[in-house]
């Protein structure tokens, strides 16, 4: 019988793990690859679509175009994990593992921020961006917030380029001198591990008029009076407020005992990724390993799990340990990419270093997205 690995959740983690398995192992293993949704969105592509740099249809990468040995994708709903007998119950039947990988990123807990469902404008999640695209034209003057609710978030650099699109957005159609953009983080700086990348962003924000309210949260709006309430106690009035909601552990995943809590990310050993249970492997957003949550880190993760299930099948030790390394790249608007490489797991401390926004920088971060829909989809499959 084929080894059976069965991947929980089609996203940066769970494409590039079945994508290296397929490479290594063709039809010999049985790859199971379970996604609710139907296509792949990458997250800046977010951003691209709410600010009217690229049509809906263009970013979203239908999940039937993955023809590869050994693979199989199912689109179903992961409704029960049962980790100790590495078995998955989904809406589409029940399947058993020899190696089960938990891929499924991190939800959003909108509930959590009172006023926020009711005011409606969170970019974190595909049906929120989507939405924002056609509330961004109608929006004519007042103060603008881009503003966080909660500590753990994905791709920390993603509220600051907000709030620089968000101007470039307004600047474009005529409207800037008629708003105010202030970005409320958790963090005294934009990026704390980078000093320097920080200090550039600032310094776009400073030239830009974008007010930076640090080591603050937005814990509540209230949409009557158009206020968002901040963890200091202070209240900041808004016309239009874009959200980054409260982030948790996917209840199923809370279930399954993998996680204690919905904020208490899965842990697993640093260097594995492997949970408490032999042969069950937490990658990318899910976990609690400790690196920021963005897309390179979950393919960095996915990387040592698959170099790892390979060696076991190959008899061998796997050489692969997880670095926590990734580079990033910043939106600074003006068509402008800066990158920052972060190393989180191997000096004493989190560090950054930042490359300065570039025509070469802006190619790089096209080829990124490109390279990965070549080599996890074999193509850039669209909508139609
Ligand atoms: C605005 C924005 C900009 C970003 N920009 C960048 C960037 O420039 N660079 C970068 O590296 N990262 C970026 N990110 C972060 C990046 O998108 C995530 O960190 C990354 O997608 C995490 O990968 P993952 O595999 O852990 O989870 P995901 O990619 O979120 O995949 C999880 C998958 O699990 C599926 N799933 C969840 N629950 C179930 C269930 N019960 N049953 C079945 N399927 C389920 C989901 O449908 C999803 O496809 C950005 C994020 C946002 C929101």
């Not at 179903?76 to 989904?90: L, N």
């Not at 963090?187 to 000093?195: A, E, Y």
Request: charged share 20%; with cysteine; proline share 8%.
């Amino acid at each position: 019988m084929k080894h059976r690995v069965v991947v929980l959740g089609a996203g940066f983690g769970g494409l590039e793990l079945t994508t290296l398995l397929s490479d290594a192992l063709g039809d010999s293993i049985d790859v199971l690859l379970i996604d609710k949704a139907d296509c792949f969105v990458f997250g800046f592509s977010k951003l691209d679509v709410m600010f009217w740099r690229q049509p809906p249809a263009a970013v979203q990468h239908p999940y039937s175009a993955i023809v590869k040995p050994g693979v199989r994708v199912l689109k179903a709903v992961v409704r029960e994990i049962d980790p100790a007998g590495k078995r998955v119950v989904t809406d589409a039947g029940t399947f058993e593992a020899d190696v089960l990988v938990v891929a499924l990123g991190a939800d959003y807990d909108q509930a959590a921020t009172p006023g926020l469902v009711e005011e409606g404008t969170e970019f974190y999640s595909v049906p929120g961006a989507f939405a924002l695209r056609d509330v961004l034209p109608r929006f004519e003057r007042g103060p603008v917030i881009v503003g966080v609710t909660g500590k753990s978030f994905k791709c920390p650099p993603a509220p600051s380029e907000a709030a620089l699109l968000v101007h470039d957005f307004l600047e474009e159609r005529g409207r800037r001198e008629s708003a105010e953009i202030a970005l409320v983080m958790p963090f005294g700086t934009p990026i704390p591990p980078s000093p320097e990348t920080s200090q550039a962003i600032l310094a776009a924000f400073e030239e830009r008029g974008i007010r930076f309210v640090k080591d603050n949260l937005v814990k509540a709006l209230e949409p009557g009076r158009k206020v968002a309430v901040l963890s200091d106690g202070s209240e900041l009035p808004y016309s239009l407020f874009l959200g980054i909601p409260v982030h948790r552990v996917p209840q199923v995943v809370v279930e399954s005992g993998l996680a204690s809590h919905p904020y208490d990310w899965v842990p697993v050993n640093k260097q594995t990724l492997e949970t408490k249970y032999p042969g069950v492997y937490a990658v990318g957003d899910v976990n609690g390993v400790g690196t920021p949550k963005a897309g390179v880190f979950a393919e960095g993760a996915a990387r040592v799990v698959a170099e790892s299930i390979i060696a076991q099948l190959r008899g061998l030790t796997s050489p692969a340990v997880y670095l926590g390394q990734g580079a990033c790249y910043v939106e600074f608007g003006h068509g402008q990419v800066g990158r920052v490489d972060v190393d989180f797991l191997s000096g004493p401390k989190p560090s950054g270093t930042f490359r300065e926004p570039s025509e070469m920088l802006v190619r790089e971060k096209s080829v990124f997205g490109s390279s990965r829909l070549e080599r996890w989809f074999g193509g850039v499959p669209q909508r139609k």
